[in-house]
């Protein structure tokens, strides 16, 4: 029997290829993400964990009270050998060639060297005060003396010097963000304004067992707030904190490679159940000569085997491949760093498993099919009738049983707004969809057929073809179905999350960037221009500021607006109303202050006399009037504060730089606050994770478009007499290769109508259960996307018919009387 | 066989004659060396380089010969379904070798009728479908008095809406012939059309395509090893090892049953 496997897998070597490439790619898919994630894992790992590698304990306060006590009782303890007292503040620093200051975290350098962590790119780790070290992203160099400035107890502007002695590499800890970080000795932490340390970093002595030493602290301590921790367990923590969402991707990815094996194993199935059809009359004979059905189910089977492990193991260098790819194009320059590759063992043994199992999983039909082949079937002539299904009411009522509790599940799901009655509901009712399809694609690929008729001949031939053997037709359109359903499912959750998340960052956040003069005399009237002028700045206004007594006596801050020049510049004006003449938006806390109720009246007082506006309350720090009012009132008022709105997709980081440069130049007081990098971390996310759903469409689509292109190869063999015929009644070669082309497009476009439809409902229903409890849900329908996916997945259909095709026109007319 | 009509030439278009289709120095050899088989003419050290024969216009021919005689070969080197490895044909003043692929398919598609032994018929298509299927594929519209004097001739009428798979061989094979028919080709090839139909559905088809020739001068040329078929026809070319052996007119089945005894079959 082993002979003729073998020589079985040699003569159907092409058409295995199909069933191969599909395994390979869902297979490759899972183990890259598997190692992708664990490859961030690490990474993340070692880049935060740097500063506790060199740690044997830490000791952090559970209220956030200083340490200094502690310290002095952890010192005294017979296994410490050094504590490092983590301290750290914050400064405005201006570093020299940059007019505006710039946003610094700092943070002490140990005293002992072993507790030392940072790496330097250069230079050294400071000594001594008015010494510094910088991060890369400062942009100071070495020996530079950078101008910090804090305030003092009572508020007053302090500035001292400090002279960049080293510049560290912080190999891609992405904790600092879009900020510098400045490294000093402790001494100078606290000049600078640091409270007391937060953290405890222990070092033992040589060959400590960190969690013997973690014990003896934490019995050291018994009964103050602090956390002990050996310092490998922090730093597991500190990175959890940071990959969660890295794992919620992780788990996405997985579902995704889990889609890519489900697609994988239907076009398997269709491939062997198509290979064996063939061979009817081949394993006919060999029951004839004896061969029992087991045994040929057996040889079918190992087939299979041969087949799923070899493509199993291509699959796992692949996907192994991939990732590392990735990872040298990512590199650790990114929102979520990477080095090198970690390859975790289970990604390997995982992959080769699922891909084997898979593909036997998917052979286990078509074998016993194979088996009830009579022995007689050799001696008939081949049956070109199509094959019925029997299961087909038992798939009707499975389908049914599924998708009616599924979607009841789903519904249950958006009322109460529970994603976890909705995600169960959802994955039932998918499961339920795609037993139905295998029965409601033929009828509608039927229907579509007739519709084109009036494309000719061709088209009209090509719809009865695609409906010749329904149980094929169903399961390679199914097969793009699910790649379909899914992609465009979230394409369309991730549009209406995006929708929503921006309108409620934008109400949240009206403003892009805000620059304040922190000066009497205001900022100059032509720094509304240069601003505007700045690459990335969409619009900006400024706002005067003056002085107001409220109805408790006390002068308070506050802001004039011009509302139609301020209209342009706010994203939203749900939670910050723009005033109108007589009218003053003021601050939550006048309620309790002033005892104002939205639409109460209210009087403001200043030097040019007092007058009653009508209150409207909003998400503001100060009272805001027009400007004309504010004038009116306190004629001293000067123009202090800048709204900026950046354009959407400029880069936040750079525009604030530069925004920074340019008021800086202008009022050396300037400072520079805003959400805009809020805001476009968010759309960085979505933007990733749609870039990810296109890839996934890439690999749904690819191993679906083997599935039609298999497909199609095998009815140009099967109907080798028929094209035959048709060449010599007078079928030019374009017009078969157009027949397959219009088989195709038939099968695949509606495959992919059907996929967009459902997986615009999924998309909806599965947004609206996960946002429902946040408020109002802003549905997007991204058109443009769903129509490309339709386009896109017809067009892979009508690519898989041009092999084919060609073959088909190469039948010599010749061949329809070969009988 | 009817006399030569006096016709005028047209500038550029080959001169008509007599014969609708005709060979010359025809030979086809399927593959080379010393496994070649030589299935029309061209022996080596042999007198006969090819093939040399002519079916006149109008009349119904009869290809005959034992198996393996080289028929089918003929056949299909003459309707330009097959290539031949030397020699020309001529459809009218058409020389077929020449054609590019595209000018033979349309050539078929317009200018030659087919009817098969076996699967003829696409079996999406119901029968008026596959009746009219060259036509719509020429982009030509059937002119509705000659449908309805082939299909009425042919017995068809109740039966355009059934698919093959629900007509009998008979029926199938009448469908065929009717497929044939409607385009008014230059020719009519088929191939033996009754062989797989018993001898009243058989007998049926052979009224058809005699009474074709007769009524509305249809050149109708058949391959058949049945004696009885070949008897229905005008004339009878007789094959043997890929040559010309014979040529009976007027022919009975007892004529050509004894002509082949004369070959040794
Ligand atoms: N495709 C082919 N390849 C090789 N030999 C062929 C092929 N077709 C026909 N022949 C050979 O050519 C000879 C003539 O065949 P054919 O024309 O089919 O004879 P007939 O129709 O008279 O029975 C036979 O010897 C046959 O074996
Ligand atoms: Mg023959």
Redesign the interface.
């Known amino acids: 029997m082993l002979r003729v496997i073998t020589a079985g897998l040699r003569a159907h070597a092409a058409r295995l290829v199909a069933s191969t490439v599909a395994i390979v790619i869902a297979v490759g898919f899972v183990v890259a993400t598997v190692t992708l994630s664990e490859t961030t894992r690490s990474t993340m790992l070692e880049a935060v964990g740097a500063r506790y590698t060199s740690t044997d304990v830490v000791v952090t306060s559970t209220t956030g009270a200083p340490l200094d006590d502690v310290a002095r009782d952890v010192a005294a303890l017979p296994g410490v050998a050094a504590v490092d007292l983590a301290r750290s503040t914050s400064v405005q620093a201006l570093v020299p060639g940059r007019t505006g200051a710039q946003y610094l975290l700092v943070d002490s350098v140990a005293e002992d060297p072993a507790l030392r962590w940072q790496h330097l790119a250069g230079g050294a780790l400071p000594d001594r005060p008015g010494e510094v070290a910088v991060s890369e992203r400062v942009g100071a160099e070495i020996g530079d003396v950078l101008i910090a400035t804090t305030y003092d107890d009572e508020g007053r502007e302090v500035t001292s010097e400090a002279t960049v002695v080293g510049v560290v590499d912080l190999r891609g800890d992405p904790s600092a963000g879009i900020n510098g970080r400045a490294f000093v000795v402790g001494e100078q932490v606290e000049t600078w304004g640091g409270l007391g340390p937060s953290e405890l970093r222990i070092a033992g002595w040589p060959r400590t067992d960190p969690p013997l030493l973690a014990a003896e602290v934490r019995s050291g301590l018994e009964g103050q707030a602090v956390d002990v921790r050996t310092g490998e367990e922090q730093a597991v923590r500190e990175a959890e904190a940071l990959t969660g969402d890295a794992r919620v991707l992780t788990l996405m990815l997985l579902v995704f490679g889990t889609v890519a094996l489900l697609v994988a194993g239907l076009v398997i199935a269709n491939t062997f159940a198509v290979l064996l059809a063939q061979r009817t009359r081949e394993l006919a004979l060999l029951r004839c000569v004896g061969a029992t059905s087991r045994q040929v189910r057996r040889s079918v089977l190992a087939e299979a085997a041969v087949t799923g492990v070899a493509a199993s193991a291509l699959g796992v260098g692949a996907g192994i491949g991939l990732a590392a790819l990735v990872s040298a194009l990512v590199g650790t320059d990114s929102p979520v760093p990477l080095a090198g590759v970690t390859v975790p063992l289970s990604a390997v043994l995982g992959g080769l498993a699922v891909g084997t199992v898979t593909t036997l999983l998917a052979a286990l039909a078509p074998a016993r099919a194979a088996t009830r082949v009579a022995p007689l079937a050799a001696l008939r002539p081949l049956d070109?009738a199509p094959l019925r299904s029997r299961g087909g009411v038992r798939r009707l009522v499975a389908g049914l049983l599924l998708v009616v509790p599924g979607v009841a599940l789903m519904v249950a799901g958006i009322a109460v707004g529970d994603v976890l009655l909705s995600v169960p509901g959802g994955a039932l009712s998918f499961l339920g969809v795609v037993l139905l399809a295998q029965r409601a694609v033929p009828p509608v690929v039927a229907a579509a057929g007739r519709l084109v008729r009036s494309g000719?001949?061709t088209a009209?031939?090509a719809g009865?073809?695609a409906t010749?053997n329904p149980r094929r037709t169903a399961a390679t359109a199914t097969a793009l179905l699910i790649g379909v359903t899914l992609t465009s499912a979230m394409v369309v959750g991730a549009a209406t999350t995006r929708a929503t998340a921006q309108a409620g960052l934008a109400a949240q956040y009206p403003t892009d960037v805000v620059v304040t003069g922190n000066s009497e005399d205001g900022v100059p009237a032509s720094l509304v221009g240069r601003l505007e002028a700045v690459d990335g700045v969409q619009a900006a206004t400024a706002l005067t500021a003056g002085g107001l007594t409220g109805p408790d006596g006390y002068e308070t801050w506050s802001l004039g607006v011009d509302p139609a020049e301020a209209a342009p510049v706010l994203r939203s004006t749900d939670d910050l109303p723009l005033p109108a003449e007589g009218t003053a938006v003021l601050p939550w806390w006048t309620v309790d202050t002033w005892g104002i109720e939205d639409g109460d009246e209210v009087t403001l007082s200043g030097d040019g006399g007092s007058r009653t506006f009508t209150a409207r309350l909003g998400d503001t720090d100060h009272p805001l009037l027009t400007t004309t009012d504010l004038t009116a009132l306190d004629p001293d008022a000067v123009a202090d504060t800048l709204w900026l709105r950046l354009a959407d997709g400029a880069d936040p980081a750079a525009v604030v730089d530069e925004v920074t440069d340019v008021a800086g130049a202008a009022v050396p007081t300037a400072a520079v606050t805003g959400l805009a990098s809020e805001r476009a971390a968010l759309d960085e996310v979505l933007d990733v994770l749609l870039l990810i759903v296109t890839g996934l469409l890439g690999v749904a689509v690819l191993i679906a478009l083997i599935g039609v292109g298999n497909t199609l190869a095998l009815s140009v063999v099967e109907r080798r007499?028929?094209n035959g015929?048709?060449?010599?009644?007078?079928?030019?070669?374009?017009?078969v290769r157009g027949l397959l082309a219009w088989e195709a497009a038939l099968v695949a476009g509606v495959a992919a109508v059907l996929g967009v439809v459902l997986g615009t409902a999924y998309g909806l229903i599965g947004v609206a259960s996960v946002l429902g409890d946040y408020g109002e849900v802003v549905l997007s329908m991204p058109w443009l996307q769903v129509g490309a996916i339709v386009v896109v997945a017809t067009a892979a259909g009508l690519l898989a018919s041009v092999l084919p095709g060609r073959r088909a026109a190469r039948t010599?007319?010749?061949a329809?009387?070969a009988? | 066989m009817s006399a030569p009509v006096p016709v005028m030439t047209v500038p550029g278009e080959p001169p008509p004659t007599a014969d609708a289709v005709r060979a010359s120095g025809l030979t086809r050899t399927y593959g080379s060396g010393s496994t070649a088989v030589h299935a029309l003419g061209g022996r080596v050290g042999d007198g006969t380089a090819g093939v040399d024969v002519a079916f006149a216009r109008g009349a119904f021919t009869a290809i005959m010969g034992p198996s393996g005689s080289g028929k089918?070969t003929l056949m299909?080197c003459l309707a330009g379904?097959?290539t031949p490895t030397g020699g020309q044909v001529f459809l009218g003043g058409t020389e077929l070798t020449s054609l590019r692929?595209?000018q033979l398919?349309?050539l078929?598609?317009?200018r030659i009728g087919?009817v098969?032994?076996?699967?003829?018929l696409?079996?999406?298509?119901d029968a008026r479908?596959n009746i009219v299927?060259?036509m719509?594929?020429?982009g030509r519209r059937p002119d509705p008095t000659w449908f309805d004097a082939v299909v009425a001739r042919l017995g068809l009428r109740d039966r355009l809406r059934h698919r093959p798979a629900e007509l009998s061989g008979g029926q199938q094979q009448r469908v065929a012939v009717a497929?044939a028919l409607l385009p008014r080709p230059d020719v009519v090839f088929a191939?033996e059309p009754t062989g797989n139909l018993d001898s009243r559905a058989g007998a049926e088809v052979l009224d058809l395509l005699r009474s074709s020739v007769r009524e509305t001068g249809q050149t109708v040329v058949m391959v058949t090893h049945d004696p009885a078929a070949a008897a229905y026809a005008d004339r009878v070319v007789l094959l043997a090892d890929g040559r010309v052996a014979g040529d009976i007119d007027d022919p009975t089945a007892d004529s050509v049953l004894a002509a082949l005894r004369g070959l040794g079959a």
Request: proline share 9%; net charge positive; hydrophobic share 35%.
């Open positions: 070109p000719g001949v009209r031939l009865g073809n010749r007499q028929e015929l048709l060449r010599a009644l007078g079928l030019t070669r374009g017009q010599p007319p010749v329809a009387l009988g | 089918s299909h379904l097959d692929d595209d398919t349309r078929r598609r317009d087919f098969f032994q076996s699967f003829n696409l079996p999406v298509l479908e299927l060259p719509q594929l020429a497929r191939d």
